[in-house]
């Protein structure tokens, strides 16, 4: 491998690794689609996408066009991808499943590979959990951020959480700010006099809050 194709594989897992300690603002914005799959009855993991920003994507990409054809293949990327799945295992991939306040762990991811496509690096990857979740059971929900905002993790702005097929009628994603995190932004909002957020509760998301996705279903 050339010592540029070794630099920005260092670099692709340098986005993980560096993601300690806490940094003051996001270096690395990360647009989050997530298909829950359903099987059986039951959630059986979380399908991925996290799209890359452009100034990530034209360093990670750096050396790998080996061909030299101005793409970028998946067989190309394929080196990159398995550094930096490899890399998030330290950090459970960013994801926190839960049912109620027990987690819901996963196994090691599937099907994983890098997609360069419109100018961006997306990586896709399956996350299985070690034990399924029944589809109608209370209270299943899942985040995807950094504590340390090292990363920022938000989801896309048009239907980015879909249910695979298999998933029971009635069931559906609400994406949003859990109340009591958004009570807590709402206080210390008032207490800069409006300052932090200029009246959009919302805009916490530059404070480090992440967005949860609660699954529900209706019962017949």
Not at 158 to 164: N, R
């Amino acid at each position: 491998m050339s010592a540029i194709g070794s630099l920005t594989l260092a670099l692709g897992l340098a986005f993980v690794m560096a993601a300690r300690p806490a940094a003051a603002h996001p270096h690395v914005w990360v647009t989050v689609e997530t298909t829950v799959i359903y099987e059986g009855g039951s959630i059986t993991g979380l399908q991925h996408k996290w799209t890359f920003d452009d100034m990530y994507t034209a360093m990670a990409i750096q050396g790998l066009d080996a061909n030299g054809d101005g793409q970028y293949s998946r067989e190309e990327l394929a080196e990159l991808a398995k550094v930096n799945i490899d890399g998030l295992k330290e950090f459970n991939y960013f994801t926190v499943a839960k049912l109620g306040a027990a987690p819901v762990k996963a196994k090691d991811p599937t099907d994983y590979h890098l997609e360069y496509k419109d100018g961006l690096l997306s990586l896709h990857f399956m996350l299985p959990f070690e034990q399924p979740v029944l589809a109608d059971a209370k209270d299943f929900n899942f985040s995807v951020f950094d504590e340390s905002f090292f990363i920022a993790f938000d989801f896309g702005k048009d239907d980015p959480v879909k249910l695979s097929a298999g998933a029971p009628a009635g069931c559906s994603a609400n994406v949003g700010i859990p109340q009591n995190e958004l009570e807590q932004l709402q206080s210390l909002n008032e207490s800069f006099g409006g300052q932090l957020t200029a009246g959009d509760a919302n805009a916490g998301m530059g404070m480090g809050y992440a967005k949860t996705v609660t699954l529900g279903c209706k019962k017949s």
